[in-house]
């Protein structure tokens, strides 16, 4: 395939992501002090626990998922290697799905009691358990379906898909809490959303690519070895990233409490959903990287202006949460927003700079190097581990700030030394754009520190920062706003 092709696949499904997150921050927003009205603290802190359970049933999966779009991606003229994978890969969701139920069954009451759930809400909990398991569990027999559509170029539906349950999932929330205001029925309408999103994969696969569906369904001992040998490190890379979340509130909830729990979920939800935002672009990366897996010099190419963006766009996000995120979320959650307002902006630091080398993790990923994230993934978490032991007596906020930042810190410089590696001579930026580059936010930053928190100076300096900002990036070459804004009008009225 040539690289305008992958190019244009790659935006498409850009698009479409950039629409999905737009719309779900500010849902988002909306939604979590309506719940928190709702629910209270505690309750809303067990409901938490369910983005936990979900990652859980994610390390199951053996990394099928990334193989299966990885293999799809290398042999899209293969249709009867396709159909052999996709068959083995849907008959095993299926079995792992309903061992995923027969465990949440029997293990409710041992997980209830290991995150400190007070006696008195351990039936809620259980059943926030169950539901769980069983409505996420539809969204994991719907993985197969969905890694054949994205390796077919289908990452905008895909997107379209994720962007209904998102809407469907909020408005039912905001109709139902006002006249049953506990967990039961956000659980009901969780399962009902997710049901929905495997319908609309199903049928898109069946209407798109005919010679897929349950009739594929069959087990190959050589499409299972296949997908294992590539998905392997890509499991246990998924194992450490599903661990980060779950150790953090099980490590408040047992030393300092569950409002301390509530806390970081708030901020955690808020900077993911933020900077998703940044990476939505990024999202078909790992198919277009197995695409050019051999042809370094043109992954380069692609992979460049994605790099410029994320950097232009991280950077002023981070200093404008350090600025001004005490007065805005004060505004959103009121005076009990305290320690999100302080926990907030180191937490979205910590993120800028672990996404800000996710092309490059996405990249070698795609370029078949899944034992790689199996190790990155590790050091990781093997880091946060010990920041958490070392600085659990300065306080939850300390704590948690020092150890994601220590992590993702050592993340990212191991994706720029090993994706150098990778393409040998070839470079995105040269050092000395970089440094040009990182100028003004040095000088913002340096001001932010002698000035402190007073909005009337830092509004009219950080509008100033942003126009210089943008000008020195494209000086510097990283990346040119207006030429993406007006290259994004077209695609945009195409798509």
């Not at 070839?426 to 000395?432: K, N, Q």
Request: aromatic letters at 12%; a positive charge; charged letters at 10%.
């Amino acid at each position: 395939m040539r690289v305008a092709d992958v190019k244009r696949n790659l935006y498409r499904g850009s698009l479409a992501a950039v629409l999905r997150v737009l719309l779900a921050v500010p849902v988002y927003v909306v939604l979590t002090p309506f719940t928190l009205k709702y629910l209270g603290h505690d309750r809303f802190a067990i409901w938490s626990f369910n983005s936990t359970i979900i990652g859980l049933i994610n390390l199951t999966d053996l990394g099928f998922k990334n193989s299966l779009l990885f293999h799809c991606a290398q042999n899209l003229q293969d249709r009867e290697k396709i159909q052999r994978l996709f068959g083995a890969a849907l008959l095993l969701y299926i079995g792992l799905w309903i061992l995923l139920l027969v465990a949440s069954w029997a293990l409710q009451q041992q997980i209830t009691a290991l995150i400190g759930v007070p006696r008195e809400l351990r039936a809620p909990a259980e059943f926030v358990i169950m539901i769980t398991a069983a409505g996420f569990g539809l969204r994991f027999i719907a993985t197969p379906f969905q890694s054949v559509i994205e390796a077919h170029y289908g990452v905008r539906y895909s997107q379209y898909v994720l962007l209904m349950w998102l809407l469907v999932n909020a408005g039912s929330t905001l109709l139902v809490l006002p006249l049953s205001p506990d967990l039961y029925a956000l659980g009901w309408v969780s399962l009902a959303s997710n049901g929905l999103v495997l319908l609309a994969f199903y049928f898109y696969v069946r209407r798109k690519l005919p010679f897929l569906g349950l009739r594929a369904l069959s087990w190959e001992a050589g499409a299972a070895r296949s997908l294992l040998k590539y998905g392997f490190g890509i499991y246990i890379a998924t194992v450490m990233i599903t661990l980060r979340e779950p150790i953090c509130k099980i490590f408040l909830s047992r030393h300092f409490g569950l409002p301390e729990v509530a806390d970081f979920d708030i901020a955690f939800r808020l900077c993911t959903q933020i900077v998703s935002a940044v990476i939505s672009p990024l999202l078909g990366t790992f198919a277009a990287a197995a695409v050019l897996s051999k042809r370094p010099a043109e992954l380069v190419t692609v992979l460049r202006p994605l790099c410029g963006f994320t950097l232009l766009v991280l950077t002023p996000l981070t200093l404008f949460l350090m600025s001004f995120s005490s007065s805005l979320v004060t505004l959103w959650l009121g005076p009990s927003g305290a320690a999100v307002a302080a926990l907030l902006p180191w937490m979205f630091a910590a993120f800028a700079v672990y996404y800000s080398t996710e092309v490059l993790y996405q990249a070698l990923l795609g370029s078949g190097w899944s034992n790689y994230s199996a190790l990155v993934q590790g050091l990781n978490l093997a880091i946060m581990l010990l920041c958490l032991c070392l600085t659990q007596g300065r306080g939850p906020i300390a704590s948690v700030a020092v150890s994601l930042l220590a992590g993702f810190s050592a993340f990212s410089i191991a994706n720029l030394i090993a994706f150098r590696r990778r393409v040998s001579r070839l470079s995105l930026f040269g050092p000395g754009r970089l440094l040009l580059f990182a100028c003004p936010s040095l000088a913002y930053g340096g001001m932010l520190l002698i000035v402190g928190a007073q909005p009337a100076v830092l509004v009219p300096a950080f509008v100033v920062y942003v126009a210089v900002h943008l000008a020195v990036a494209k000086h510097a070459g990283i990346a040119d706003s207006v030429a993406m804004i007006r290259s994004l009008i077209p695609r945009v009225a195409r798509a």
